[in-house]
C-alpha cells in the first residue's frame, strides 16, 4: 500500500511523458497531494478546474440516467493529455487522480495503465 506522497512520486517517475499529477477531493476542488507542474501548469488550479469537469460528467450521467462508473476523463490538448481517474479503491470515494502528459513522450494506453495499478496500491 502506498500513501499519497509515494504514489504521487510513482507516477511521475514510471509513467513517461507525466507534467505533473495530483490527488484531488471533487466534493471540495482541493488538491490533497500534487507533484511536478511548473509556472506553465498550476496543479492546484487544474484540480480545481478539472473538479467542474467531473462534477459536470456526473450530472450528465445522471441527467441520461445511465448506471454506470467512470473510469477515466481524457481531455486532449496541442501539447498535452490531461487524464483524470475517479478512484474507486479503499477510501477514494470523492477522489480522482489527475495527470498531465506532454503527448509527444507519453504514450496513453501506458500511462492509464500506469495510474490504474497506482490507484490500486494507493491508500488513502
Known amino acids: 500500500m502506498a500513501n499519497t506522497e509515494t504514489a504521487l512520486k510513482e507516477a ?12 484531488v477531493d471533487y ?6 497531494g500534487t507533484i511536478g507542474g511548473g509556472k506553465h501548469l498550476d496543479l ?10 467531473v462534477r459536470a ?4 450521467m445522471e441527467m441520461l440516467g445511465l448506471q ?3 473510469e477515466d476523463i481524457l481531455i486532449t490538448l496541442g501539447g498535452q493529455y490531461h487524464l483524470i481517474r475517479l478512484l474507486k479503491a479503499r477510501g477514494g470515494n470523492g477522489l480522482f487522480l489527475y495527470l498531465a502528459l506532454d ?5 496513453l494506453a ?6 490504474r495499478k497506482i490507484e490500486a496500491e494507493l491508500e488513502v
Open 68 to 70: 454506470d462508473e467512470i
Open 27 to 32: 466534493t471540495s476542488g482541493m488538491a490533497l
Open 103 to 107: 503527448n509527444k513522450r507519453a504514450n
Open 57 to 60: 460528467k456526473l450530472r450528465a
Open 110 to 115: 501506458m500511462a492509464r495503465h500506469q495510474l
Open 12 to 23: 511521475m517517475a514510471v509513467i513517461d511523458g507525466a507534467v505533473g499529477v495530483a490527488l
Open 44 to 53: 492546484n488550479v487544474a484540480a480545481a478546474g478539472n473538479t467542474d469537469v
